[in-house]
């Protein structure tokens, strides 16, 4: 069955939609083999499907007997709602913030209260995403039921205390969504669903996220900066809301963690001592059970680090199923360091230097000899990313907020060569969730607003966060890209819809004609990216016109391909294109 790589380019971190590359066939040939294995398959499927339903994922011990009904949401304004002393309002920028307070169990069941909209509102993105991918009933029951199968003593590795608030946040999730699982059982499977996908990195679909730091000298003003983008693509609808929130739990330390509503996990945030963490997928073997969940171990960090050793502690206590570095900035040690850990090992990487460099591949002692990092520094595009972000940072010592917010944007390849727009060789790939700014020792934030990591960068200081005075409207902010106001931007959206309109036709079969006309104004909307010629490509095979398929895949290859990986699914590509042709011209001199 046919490998999709790249869906709208660096596709979802998720799980799902990597087996849906694998498990939806792109062509009649493998449509044909389908219908021959569909009664098996439906089998199995049914026998998954009920499968996910018969495991048993134990309530976490609540001692209270409050509901949602136990809250009264009271709206204050446009967008701006409160439970108590809990608040969810929207800013000018568009970006939801919420302030949280409590127990586990009731700051749960608040958060709930408060973005039950927006919860289900990514809910329906993200499942609609799914079954945009996979149109099958019956994969979609296999898919379901080997999740629940993976995910079915997940539980045992998430503590308690986030166990509760799951729990309740999970009261307030949408009844539509019955049908795939309870909805205490989706939201857990959904903060597994992140590390899965990169578990899966061998189906040549990676997350490449790219972070850094500076101190003294590297840094305008001696003082720790951290910067990092959040590649991760969901689609446009799925990324529209996103959620910054202010935790002040009963136990712990008070943070801010910036991602999208029903993730309680962390992705990137800073605590209010200073402590930040983000996370940079690596390459992992495929594991055989799921453990914890690398944004509950970050979340974990957030709420009880102080300090390195403190952050390094939790990660060495926690059993975890998938490679991912965690780069740690802490104000009271002035420093950063990256945390890398995989299922069987762990080490903390220092550079020895006033910079940090974080992409997706390892650079501890511990991993220099690892055979799965070695592979994935020589045939992903991660050591791309490092060169480039090396060679900016050399460029604009000393860094401020301005400058790493530029860095960030490059869209760029080594030595300033234009590779086209969304090549994954360059630090803005256009699909970034977010891109964020850390000033630990001043415990400032900058959090991009949409789109990508492009729309305008605003400012939060946690002390007067925590002091009742957010003001993300102060002079600090770092304006737009100006790339956001060029005719290339709007090319590049230009490009984006129609490649979306192929990729539908190519994995769900959506009747999409490109006509002569349409097929050089894609090409012109992006005449230097790869993935332009991969998709005419796809295009063409998939209307069966095998010449035209393989002449734009040979021209794919001329261009700068992100990795040896993406260079060798297209030359697949080439070779299951004249392989099928090889068949039809048999099956005709045969008749």
């Known amino acids: 069955m046919a490998l999709i790589v790249n869906f709208d380019h660096k596709t979802t971190a998720h799980f799902y939609l990597r087996i849906a ?34 495991i048993n994922l134990p309530a976490p011990k609540i001692e209270s007997n409050k509901t949602p009904e136990s809250y009264k949401r009271v709206q204050l304004g446009k967008d701006h709602y ?20 409590g127990a586990p169990y009731e700051r749960g069941l608040i958060y709930g209260v408060l973005s039950k909209e927006l919860m289900e509102k990514q809910e329906v993105h993200f499942v609609g995403q799914i079954k945009e991918l996979i149109p099958s009933s019956m994969f979609l029951q296999v898919l379901k039921g080997f999740v629940g199968w993976f995910n079915r003593d997940i539980y045992k590795y998430i503590p308690e205390e986030n166990q509760q608030e799951i729990y309740g946040v999970s009261k307030s999730f949408s009844d539509q969504f019955n049908y795939i ?65 202010f935790m002040k739990p009963d136990k712990g330390y008070k943070f801010a963690s910036y991602s999208w509503a029903g993730l309680t996990g962390v992705v990137s945030g800073m605590n209010e001592k200073g402590v930040t963490v983000t996370l940079n997928a690596s390459k992992s073997d495929v594991p055989f059970t799921a453990k914890e969940p690398i944004s509950i171990l970050a979340r974990e960090i957030l709420q009880y680090a102080s300090n390195i050793e403190e952050a390094t502690k939790i990660a060495e206590r926690s059993e975890t199923f998938v490679s991912e570095s965690l780069l740690i900035g802490s104000a009271a040690d002035k420093k950063a360091v990256i945390i890398e850990k995989s299922p069987q090992k762990m080490d903390v990487y220092e550079s020895g230097k006033d910079y940090l460099i974080c992409a997706n591949h390892y650079q501890g002692s511990t991993f220099t000899s690892d055979s799965v990092n070695i592979k994935n520094i020589a045939t992903s595009d991660s050591k791309a990313r490092f060169d480039r972000m090396t060679q900016l940072m050399e460029r604009s010592y000393p860094l401020d907020v301005n400058e790493a917010a530029a860095i960030l944007r490059d869209k760029n390849g080594i030595d300033d060569k234009f590779i086209g727009y969304g090549n994954a060789k360059s630090l803005n790939q256009l699909i970034a969730h977010h891109g964020i700014l ?56 230009a490009f984006k819809e129609t490649r979306s309109k192929i990729n539908k036709l190519v994995i769900m079969g959506i009747p999409f004609e490109l006509t002569p006309a349409a097929e050089q104004s894609f090409i012109a909307n992006n005449p230097k990216s790869y993935v332009t010629y991969v998709s005419l490509g796809d295009y063409f095979k998939a209307k069966e016109d095998t010449d035209k398929a393989v002449s734009y895949y040979q021209q794919a290859l001329k261009m700068d391909v992100a990795s040896v990986r993406e260079a060798e699914g297209i030359k697949q590509k080439i070779l299951d294109v004249e392989k099928g042709k090889r068949s039809g011209l048999h099956i005709k001199l045969n008749n």
């Open 438 to 493: 850390f000033k630990p020792e001043q415990k400032e934030m900058w959090i991009s607003t949409p789109p990508y990591q492009l729309g305008a960068f605003i400012h939060y200081n946690l002390n007067d966060v925590f002091a009742g005075k957010i003001n993300a409207e102060s002079a600090q902010i770092i304006s737009a890209d100006p790339f956001l106001k060029s005719p290339d931007y709007r090319k590049f959206e």
């Open 181 to 245: 699982a309870p909805k205490y059982y989706r939201i857990m499977n959904y903060h597994a669903a992140h590390d899965i996908g990169h578990a899966l990195a061998d189906m040549n679909v990676v997350v490449g996220c790219t972070s850094f730091a500076v101190k003294n000298g590297l840094s305008s003003d001696s003082t720790l900066l951290i910067a990092r983008n959040f590649d991760f693509y969901m689609g446009d609808a799925f990324a529209e809301d996103k959620l910054i929130v």
């Open 82 to 101: 409160a439970v108590g002393n809990c608040w969810l309002k929207k800013n000018k920028h568009g970006i939801w913030e919420m302030y949280l307070e």
């Open 21 to 54: 590359f694998i498990m939806w066939p792109t062509n009649k040939i493998a449509r044909s083999v389908l219908k021959a294995l569909s009664i098996f398959l439906l089998v199995i499927g049914i026998l998954f499907g009920l499968f996910l339903w018969r």
